[in-house]
């Protein structure tokens, strides 16, 4: 399977960007997706996942109400939609694939998933 993530760039405080993660070699039917963003001199933090199941999202606090989660299955791709960014949203993000997954409610924890994208760079700064 490959993992690929885009849509990174350089956006104003209080702006918006949309990543997207396209996995090929799979089918995306039982799995799960997870975010994560490490900044420089931090530790790699979960940002949400969402479970192929039943399509249901969940989220860090730091970034709930704010960042959201959806999937197409038909294009075997998963978005994260970013609002009211903050520069300290500011770090390289990750899509990780776990499959299969038969789950309904997943967690964003490093451990658990398989396979890696290679990162895309968000930037929050005016």
């Known amino acids: 399977a490959q993992v690929v993530e885009s849509g990174g760039g350089l956006v ?6 949309r990543l997207s993660c396209a996995v090929s070699g799979f089918t995306l039917d039982y799995y799960a997706i997870g975010w994560f963003r490490q900044a420089p001199g931090k530790v ?26 959806s999937g197409d299955n038909a294009k075997n791709t998963v978005y994260l939609q970013m609002e009211s960014l903050k520069a300290e949203d500011t770090a390289v993000y990750y899509c990780a694939l776990r499959y299969p997954w038969y789950g309904s409610s997943c967690t ?14 968000v930037t929050v700064s005016s």
């Open 12 to 17: 104003q405080p209080g702006g918006s960007l």
């Open 44 to 69: 790699r933090e979960g940002v949400g996942c969402i479970s192929g199941r039943d399509g249901l999202a969940h989220y860090a606090d730091s970034v709930k109400g704010r960042f959201t989660i």
């Open 108 to 121: 964003a924890e490093a451990h658990e998933y398989d396979y890696w994208g290679q990162g895309t760079q």
